[in-house]
C-alpha cells in the first residue's frame, strides 16, 4: 500500500499582558479642605432658619400687625434657610450624592434672593413702630445673606465654574493591566511517512518495509547446458 504522508499541528500557547483605557468618573463635591467649614456654616445656617421661623410665627401672634408681621417675610424666608442648611449637612454627610449637591446649591440661590426681600421689609419695620422686630429681623436677614453668599461661592468656585481645562466632574482616563490573553497558534511538523501494512493485527506498531538492494548479474560468462558458447 502507497505511503501517506501526513502533518500534525502541535499547539502554542502564549500570554501577552493587555492594557485598555478606563474612564472613572470622580463625584463632584467640596475639596476635603472645605468640609468641616461647610458642615460648620450648614449646622449655623439651620439653626438661623429655625430661629427665623419660630420668630415669624412669634410675631404673628404678639404684634399689633406691623409690617413684618403683615408680609409673614420670616416665615417663609426663614423656611428657604433652613431647608438650605439641611441639605448643607446632607452635603458634608454624603459628598458624592450629586442630586443633594445640586438641591443643595439651588437652595442656597433662592435663600440669597429672598434675603433681599428679608432684609428691605426689616429695615422698613424700623421705621415703624414695630423697631424691635425690625431690629430683630435685620439681624437675621443679613446673617442668612452672608451664610447664603458664602455656600454659593464656594460651590461654584469648586464644582460649578471649573476652567474648560478641568476634566468636568473629575472625568480622567486610568490605565489598568487586565488578565493575559493566551492564544494557539498551530504549527506545522513534518513528519517521515509510515507505510500501512494490511496485513498487520490492529494495534500493531507501524514499521517501515525492509528494504532490499538488488545483486547485480553477470552474463557474460555464463554457458549453455551443451557445453557450447552460446551463439551469438
Known amino acids: 500500500m502507497a505511503a501517506t504522508p501526513y502533518t500534525s499541528q502541535q499547539p502554542r500557547v502564549q500570554g501577552i499582558p493587555q492594557y485598555t483605557p478606563q474612564q472613572q468618573i470622580m463625584p463632584i463635591t467640596v475639596p476635603p479642605s472645605l468640609q468641616r467649614p461647610t458642615f460648620g456654616i450648614s449646622v449655623t445656617l439651620t439653626i438661623l432658619g429655625s430661629c427665623c421661623f419660630i420668630f415669624g410665627i412669634i410675631i404673628i401672634i404678639v404684634s399689633n400687625f406691623p409690617l ?107 490605565f489598568t493591566g487586565t488578565q493575559p490573553v493566551t492564544y494557539q497558534v498551530n504549527q506545522p511538523i513534518q513528519q517521515p511517512p509510515i507505510i500501512a501494512n494490511p496485513n498487520m493485527p490492529a494495534g500493531a506498531p507501524l514499521q517501515p518495509p525492509p528494504m532490499m538492494n538488488p545483486q547485480p548479474t553477470d552474463t557474460s560468462n555464463e554457458k549453455s547446458p551443451s557445453g557450447l558458447p552460446p551463439p551469438y
Not at 449637612?89 to 433662592?110: E, G, Q
Not at 432684609?119 to 451664610?147: N, P, R
Not at 455656600?151 to 480622567?172: A, E, K, N, P, V
Open 68 to 174: 413684618i408681621s403683615i408680609t409673614g417675610v420670616n416665615i417663609w424666608a426663614g423656611l428657604f434657610y433652613l431647608i438650605a442648611g439641611i441639605l448643607g449637612i446632607s452635603h458634608t454627610k454624603s459628598p458624592t450624592n450629586i442630586s443633594i449637591t445640586h438641591a443643595f446649591y439651588a437652595f442656597n440661590i433662592i435663600g440669597f434672593i429672598f434675603s433681599f426681600p428679608h432684609l428691605g421689609l426689616a429695615i422698613a419695620s424700623l421705621a415703624t413702630y414695630g423697631a424691635l422686630f425690625g431690629a430683630i429681623s435685620l439681624v437675621f436677614s443679613l446673617l442668612a445673606l452672608s451664610l447664603t453668599l458664602a455656600f454659593i461661592i464656594i460651590l461654584s468656585q469648586h464644582i460649578y465654574c471649573r476652567s474648560s481645562g478641568q476634566f468636568s466632574q473629575g472625568q480622567y482616563s486610568n
